[in-house]
């Protein structure tokens, strides 16, 4: 029995065409520029999503930054003294608490202060 793969081949084309649509000239009309740009695209958003992790932790180490010096500490004398005093808190939450309530982070502070003997 012969099988015939229009039906799927169809599918497929037409699956990556809608994902094309909107791209620039062509790339959004020909089923093999849009096939080539459409792996592209895919291939940004995986490295995008990767890269989103690094740029938050960036944001909230700058925040948790400028409040600690705000306190008289810098960034990585906080988390050391945060460390010594054995307090596991991630950033996001000492950057959350930083911006938003400002009473919790200066405790932080100074339990950090006082595990670096200042």
Same mark, same amino acid.
């Given at each position: 029995?012969?099988?015939? *793969?229009? #039906? *799927? ?6 699956? #990556? ?9 062509? =790339?959004?009309?020909?089923? &093999? @520029? ?6 592209? !695209? =895919? ?7 990767r890269n989103k992790k690094g740029n938050f932790?960036?944001?909230?180490? &700058?925040?948790?930054?400028? !409040?600690?010096?705000?306190?008289? @500490? ?7 003294? @945060?460390?010594?005093? *054995? #307090? &596991? ?5 000492? !950057? ?12 932080? #502070? !100074?339990?950090?202060? &006082?595990?670096?003997?200042?």
């Amino acid at each position: 029995m012969r099988v015939k *793969n229009a #039906v *799927n081949a169809k599918k497929k084309r037409k699956k #990556v065409l809608k994902f094309a649509k909107g791209f620039r000239g062509a =790339l959004g009309r020909r089923y &093999t @520029l849009a096939k080539q740009s459409y792996y592209r !695209a =895919l291939k940004f958003a995986f490295d995008g999503r990767r890269n989103k992790k690094g740029n938050f932790r960036k944001l909230w180490i &700058t925040r948790i930054n400028i !409040a600690a010096r705000n306190e008289g @500490l810098k960034y990585n004398e906080l988390i050391h003294g @945060l460390k010594l005093a *054995n #307090v &596991t808190i991630n950033r996001k939450m000492l !950057a959350e608490l930083a911006v938003n309530d400002p009473v919790s982070f200066k405790e932080y #502070v !100074a339990i950090a202060k &006082t595990a670096l003997g200042k």
